[in-house]
């Protein structure tokens, strides 16, 4: 793939000819990389392909995707350029594996978050079957600027923790609020916990994409 990302893939356990499968693409957090958020789904790695990638500015002890001019406003250059070339590698990789495009979800942590939230607008109910969204919220150019595409019915499952002392619990629920102002479906748990993935919400996030799967 011609992509300005470095990413990681895996393809279900068996691939059988003429036969197209469900994708998620999965995004992480600040200071992190492509082999964080792979073990959140690691439960459907026989049908499903997981492409995970790695933002592309260095971020000690890791990586990020864009970086912050003030808290909670992401430098809008870098953002939407990136914005921009995830949805042409989720395009892409359509073209280059047998993906269901009925199936397509993304799922991200902390500043994939951010991104998967601000992507469910960009690409809309054409292109996705769903989005996850831990620990995030919507920036505010991206309620006010951004064309969106049609989010209605799109299955959304948001969570956050209450005890979030990185990106406030508050940002979850407004990202709720304005999901639900456009007709998306969304599920939101907020659990008594900080900024991170408990077990529990990781069970939900599995549940979350086999009953979509099986909606399909």
């Known amino acids: 793939m011609k992509s300005p990302f470095t990413f990681i893939y895996s393809a279900p356990t068996t691939i ?48 990020a995707f864009y970086h912050d001019k003030e808290f909670g406003k992401p430098d809008r250059h870098v953002f939407d350029q990136v914005v921009i070339h995830i949805a042409k590698f989720i395009e892409e990789a359509a073209t280059e594996f047998p993906l269901n495009l009925k199936e397509l979800y993304i799922l991200g942590f902390s500043q994939g ?56 619990y508050q940002w979850g629920e407004e990202s709720k609020g304005f999901f639900l102002s456009y007709d998306a479906e969304v599920t939101f748990k907020g659990f008594e916990d900080g900024h991170g993935v408990p077990p529990y919400i990781q069970d939900e996030v599995i549940q979350f994409f086999k009953k979509n799967a099986s909606n399909q």
């Open 16 to 63: 059988v000819e003429g036969k197209k499968y469900p994708a998620i693409f999965l995004l992480h957090g600040m200071g992190s990389n492509e082999e964080d958020l792979p073990q959140l789904v690691q439960e459907l790695k026989e049908d499903y392909f997981i492409f995970s990638l790695q933002g592309p500015i260095l971020q000690e002890p890791g990586y």
């Open 113 to 168: 978050a951010v991104l998967a939230n601000s992507l469910a607008f960009v690409m809309g109910n054409q292109k996705l079957a769903g989005v996850v969204a831990l620990s995030g919220y919507i920036p505010e150019f991206v309620r006010t600027d951004y064309k969106k595409q049609s989010v209605d019915s799109l299955p959304i499952y948001i969570a956050h923790g209450t005890m979030d002392y990185v990106l406030p």
